[in-house]
T-cell receptor, first 114, second 116 residues
Framework: NAGVTQTPKFQVLKTGQSMTLQCAQDMNHEYMSWYRQDPGMRLRLIHYSVGAGITDQGEVPNGYNVSRSTTEDFPLRLLSAAPSQTSVYFC?????????????FGSGTRLTVV | KNQVEQSPQSLIILEGKNCTLQCNYTVSPFSNLRWYKQDTGRGPVSLTIMTFSENTKSNGRYTATLDADTKQSSLHITASQLSDSASYICVVSDGHGSSNTGKLIFGQGTTLQVKP
């Protein structure tokens, strides 16, 4: 049981490049989400999904796109990378969006935009 | 504005000693409060989840308390070990949204360093 798997673990992009951060879970969780964590700051929600085909914006969605074509996968796309998007990105999943259930986090993707 | 504030920002203790981390929140309506441990370079891992009606919950050497009246929580670590060195994050869920799909409000975390 792998839990939540994020790839890649590290990535360096040039300003203006695009890329996709991958997130996959094998726990049949309905709810998946993406957070970013900047140094010394709290995690902030980028986008989330309550099930396949359903996505919604979080606190800081600008510059990011998501889709949820399957229950297992929730990729995060950077359309045109900017230095302000340098951060550590975490994917998290939960049995459902109901707050009583715990969240399982991936190990993160450290992204640097130069 | 919904906020979660943690103190201290950082803490250094000697191995074997106890410590207590604090979390104050201004989240309404309140649904539940979680404590997470985040090792350097890793994702957060859940330690405890407490709802409004629970005022204490333990997970091994970790004991969380909740005072919903004063909107305060604490995480007490007993007999600290070197492996306890990590960031500890307090997360409060509000009760908004359909099907209880409330929002998570994260604290900034307390960085704990346990020295031999």
């Amino acid at each position: 049981n792998a839990g939540v798997t994020q790839t890649p673990k590290f990535q360096v992009l040039k300003t203006g490049q695009s890329m996709t951060l991958q997130c996959a879970q094998d726990m049949n969780h309905e709810y998946m989400s993406w957070y970013r964590q900047d140094p010394g700051m709290r995690l902030r929600l980028i986008h989330y999904s309550v099930g396949a085909g359903i996505t919604d914006q979080g606190e800081v969605p600008n510059g990011y796109n998501v889709s949820r074509s399957t229950t297992e996968d929730f990729p995060l796309r950077l359309l045109s990378a900017a230095p302000s998007q340098t951060s550590v990105y975490f994917c998290a999943s939960s049995y459902s969006g109901r707050v009583i259930y715990g969240y399982t986090f991936g190990s993160g993707t450290r992204l640097t935009v130069v | 504005k919904n906020q979660v504030e943690q103190s201290p920002q950082s803490l250094i203790i000697l191995e074997g000693k106890n410590c207590t981390l604090q979390c104050n929140y201004t989240v309404s309506p309140f649904s539940n409060l979680r404590w997470y441990k985040q090792d350097t370079g890793r994702g957060p891992v859940s330690l405890t989840i407490m709802t409004f009606s629970e005022n204490t919950k333990s997970n091994g050497r970790y004991t969380a308390t909740l005072d919903a009246d004063t909107k305060q929580s604490s995480l007490h670590i007993t007999a600290s070990q070197l492996s306890d060195s990590a960031s500890y994050i307090c997360v409060v869920s509000d009760g908004h949204g359909s099907s209880n799909t409330g929002k998570l409000i994260f604290g900034q975390g307390t960085t704990l360093q346990v020295k031999p």
